[in-house]
């Protein structure tokens, strides 16, 4: 009785799974607020385990991401799908916001936002690459990548091997004989570098669509310089971080401007 009365107040005296299932049910803007509650909590929350099953639970449950911008700040507003039935305190709506930099003139293409992957986004604000966790409000401006390209490609892609994100950024050479992808480099988010790094890329091509990441694999559309074949489906490894081809049907039409690629079962489409 004298050591319950010791940890009465406190939430040790609660069993860790009975701790695990209440953290799994809150929304996710909340949790990273509770790691101060207590030692127990904070390796609870900041456990791989813990972080794998709200992943899990959350993939689960699909929702809506819609993004807008006003009076100089870009917001990120998470909606639950209607069609879906579950607990309301499940699929509470949660914004954020972050400002953007308005020093130079708006541009339509200034401000890209591309698909997310497991729960992250990443987008451009005019010469910043930002990655964030729209359903906690977290936000990780990346280094600046010194270039004097103009023509920039962004993709993010997730290695579920050794559990790191990584972000590819390449630049585009347009002259009047050719068009082609140069400058590949790539930054690990959390991996304890500061920097980008350069990679080699031995696949000639210029990207034409946004990717999708599935698998550990980054799914692309590109162009070709060949005559031959002018479309390519260009596979990026996250782990190894190495470009393939990926062979097209004969009847797959050109990729053009605005043409999206899409998940289907794990599948591209």
């Known amino acids: 009785m004298e050591s319950v009365k010791k940890e009465k107040g406190s939430s040790s005296y609660l069993p860790q799974d009975l701790i695990e299932k209440i953290l799994l049910n809150l929304p996710a803007k ?3 607020k509770l790691v101060v509650v207590s030692k127990l909590w904070s390796s609870i929350i900041r456990g791989k385990n813990f972080i794998d099953l709200y992943q899990k639970q959350s ?6 991401l819609f993004s807008f911008d ?17 607990a309301p305190s499940s699929y509470t709506s949660t914004v954020s916001s972050f400002s953007l930099n308005l020093d130079t003139p708006l541009y339509p293409l200034s ?29 990780l401006v990346l280094p600046k990548v010194r270039t004097k390209r103009k023509g920039i490609s962004i993709f993010l892609g997730y ?11 390449m630049t585009v050479l347009q002259t009047s004989r050719k068009v082609v992808s140069e400058e590949h480099q790539v930054f690990t988010i959390g991996g304890g570098g500061a920097a980008w790094r ?16 599935s698998n550990g694999l980054v799914y692309y559309g590109a162009w070709s310089n060949s005559k031959r074949q002018r479309s390519l489906l260009v596979c990026f490894d996250v782990r190894l971080e190495e470009f393939t081809l990926v062979k097209l049907p004969d009847v797959a039409e050109n990729f ?14």
């Open 159 to 169: 290695d579920p091997v050794n559990d790191e994100y990584k972000v590819l950024w």
């Open 30 to 32: 909340s949790i990273p």
């Open 256 to 269: 053009r401007r605005g043409s999206v690629l899409l998940n289907y079962h794990s599948k591209v489409a």
């Open 59 to 64: 993939l689960s449950r699909p929702r809506f």
């Open 111 to 139: 401000y890209n936002v591309y698909p997310p992957v497991c729960g992250l986004i990443c987008f451009q604000d005019w010469d910043r690459l930002v990655v964030s966790n729209p359903s906690t409000g977290q936000f």
């Open 70 to 86: 006003r009076e100089s700040t870009r917001f990120f507003q998470i909606k639950p799908s209607q069609s879906l039935k579950a």
């Open 198 to 213: 350069m990679i080699k890329c031995k696949v000639r091509h210029c990207p034409a669509t946004k990717g999708i990441c």
